[in-house]
Structure formats: C-alpha cells, structure tokens
C-alpha cells in the first residue's frame, strides 16, 4: 500500500515571495507522482506529474517539483507567487505499471496556500 | 461537455434515505473513477470504471455503496439507507484509457442529516 504526508496544512506567504509545499510518500513499489490544485467552487486540476526521467518536472502556471527518491520526496515550488495562487494543494502517488494499475491515486490531506498582499 | 459534469452540486438528505449521484465524463474517456473526500482530508479512491465493466470496487466502503455505468459513458453512483458518517464531497473524475492524468468534476457536496 502507499501513503502520502503532506507535512503542512496551510502555507501562508505574501505576494512575490517564494514558496514550497513539501510532500513524501511512502511505497513499496515505483509509483508515479502528482500535484493537484483545487481553486475554490472548482474541481481538482493536474499542475504537474513525474512518471520517469528528469527528476525535475515543470507544470502550469511555473510550479516545478523535483523527486527525490533516496528521500521518498516531491516537494512542490514556485520562486514567486501571486494572489490567484491562494488554493488547496494535494499531492498524489499511483503505482506504475501496465495493465491500467496506475489508475488508483492515493492522495494526501492538502495544503492551503495562501498568498496574502 | 467541455469538462467531467457531476450532479447535483449540493444534496442534503434525511438519514436512511438512499440518494444516486450522477457523473457524466469528458467525451470519449473510456475510464472513469469515484473518489470520496471528507473535510479535512484528500480523496479517496472507490471505485473505477473501464467502459462499462467496473474493475475495481475495493474503495467503496459497505455493501450500502454501489456504482454502476451501464453504457459506458454517465456512470451513477448509489448511497442505500445514508448515514451522517456518509457526508463528504463525492468526486468523479474520468481519463483517456492508460492515461496518467485524469480530469476530475466539481464535486457533489452530499450531506446527511
């Protein structure tokens, strides 16, 4: 089975200042890695995804994360952030494989980032 | 549609009664899953849906949870006799088949009183 920690309920920051959300997991198996962000009234979006390769992925709206497998890591970051990037953050494992085994998403609790002015 | 639709948004129900949940995926998704997210916490799997054939159901937590996608496309998902410990926002979401990202609706926020 996996688990997922994400070790901070809410992140407040203010605006322009950077910010990193910080997410392990634990698994017996090689997974593949999500960040998912819910903005409020909607539903759950990809921001990025790792399945294999370079370590460091980009995503949407310029979040990057990088894996870090000796450390069971995933942390999430932005080098500035604005007001639109106030959300819910959850980070998410599947396990890889054939066969559609990688449809199952184990999530974690969520951060709230909040991106004051 | 453009994205996964759900409905209702928002259903509140009397305790013992049972509700139906509805999900209708992006067009063309073959696959299609069931998540449950209480307050305070992440998603949790149900239960996923390739075509019409349910594949795996080991997330749905009683006998009183049933889903079904008779067609291969809008998929219902049934809470029988709810309970309070029922209420959580019910989230679908739906993918290409094989695909590593899935598109998830707004949720229905089921509340049991």
């Known amino acids: 089975a996996q688990s997922v920690t994400q070790l901070d309920s809410q992140v407040p920051v203010f605006e322009e200042a950077p910010v990193e959300l910080r997410c392990n997991y634990s698994s017996s198996v090689s997974v593949y890695l999500f960040w998912y962000v819910q903005y409020p009234n909607q539903g759950l979006q990809l921001l990025l995804k790792?399945?294999?390769?370079?370590?460091l992925v980009k995503g949407i709206n310029g979040f990057e994360a990088e894996f870090n497998k000796s450390q069971t890591s995933f942390h999430l970051r932005k080098p500035s952030v604005h007001i639109s990037d106030t959300a819910e953050y959850f980070c998410?494992?599947?396990?890889?494989?054939?066969?559609?085994?990688?449809?199952?998403?184990?999530f974690g609790k969520g951060t709230l980032l909040t991106v004051n002015p | 549609g453009a994205g996964v639709s759900q409905s209702p948004r928002y259903k509140v129900t009397k305790r013992g009664q049972d509700v139906a949940l509805r999900c209708d995926p992006i067009s063309g998704h073959v696959s299609l899953y069931w998540y449950r997210q209480a307050l305070g916490q992440g998603p949790e799997f149900l239960t996923y849906f390739n075509y019409e054939a349910q594949q795996d159901k080991s997330g749905l937590p009683n006998d009183r949870f049933s889903a079904e996608r008779p067609e291969g496309s809008i998929s219902t998902l049934t809470i029988q006799r709810t309970e309070q410990r029922d209420s959580a926002m019910y989230r679908c979401a739906s993918s290409s088949f094989g695909s590593t990202e899935a598109f998830f609706g707004q949720g229905t926020r089921l509340t049991v009183v």
């Open positions: 998410a494992v599947s396990v890889t494989g054939s066969g559609g085994s990688n449809y199952k998403l184990t």
């Open positions: 790792y399945l294999s390769g370079s370590t």
